[in-house]
């Protein structure tokens, strides 16, 4: 979460005190910290997901839900929310049994088309994210717009940095040549 959305720091400081009453049973809190985070878990899923989006979007948000109570340090729901939407969106992706290059007009029809003022990924963006395999989606993610150094995404994604480093390096050259064509 940056630039427009807003730094980790302060806007999710706030977030911490509504996390601690959901984590105590305050149905209430729980709706609103849901209702904050969703725009941001939908911004991580769209660019990985694509066509799942949606699918994605709810899978994360559920982990959320149920996986909030085991969270110790609110201040690291930030990082713990980034961590579990990555991971079901990868997930969400990965179930089709055979990746296929999504149809720049269905994914434009899904989600319609998004400038980057708010942070979203413009549709270009998108069709040529489409073309690529999931892991490469979600390593250029978590370090292009995430800002994630390598440490930090292998730890989001499960994998060691250095399949981190090989993988972005497979991205950025795949992202090049599909961007060029």
């Known amino acids: 979460m940056n630039g427009s959305d807003g730094a980790p720091g302060a ?3 706030a977030v911490a ?3 601690r009453a959901a984590r105590a049973g305050d149905a209430l809190a729980m709706d609103e910290v849901l209702t904050v985070v969703t ?7 769209r660019p990985i997901a694509l066509t799942d989006c949606e699918d994605a979007v709810q899978e994360a948000l ?23 939407t990555v991971r079901e969106a990868v997930r969400v992706a990965r179930r089709t049994v055979v990746e296929r290059a999504a149809d720049p007009d269905e994914v434009a029809r899904l989600h319609g088309l998004v400038g ?3 942070g979203e990924v413009p549709a270009q963006v998108r069709d040529v994210l489409a073309r690529m395999p999931v892991h490469h989606r979600a ?3 978590l370090r292009e717009l995430e800002g ?3 440490h930090s995404a292998a ?21 090049r040549k599909a961007w060029q064509q």
């Open 139 to 141: 390593v250029l993610v």
């Open 39 to 45: 725009p941001y878990v939908t911004r991580l899923c």
């Open 62 to 84: 559920t982990a959320v839900f149920v996986g909030l109570r085991g969270l110790r340090d609110p201040q690291a729901f930030y990082g713990w929310v980034r961590t579990v």
């Open 116 to 118: 980057d003022a708010d």
């Open 11 to 13: 806007r999710w400081d």
């Open 148 to 150: 994630l150094d390598e």
């Open 17 to 19: 005190e509504l996390v």
């Open 155 to 175: 730890e989001v994604l499960g994998v060691a940095p250095g399949t981190v480093k090989s993988r972005l390096h497979r991205a950025r050259a795949a992202f």
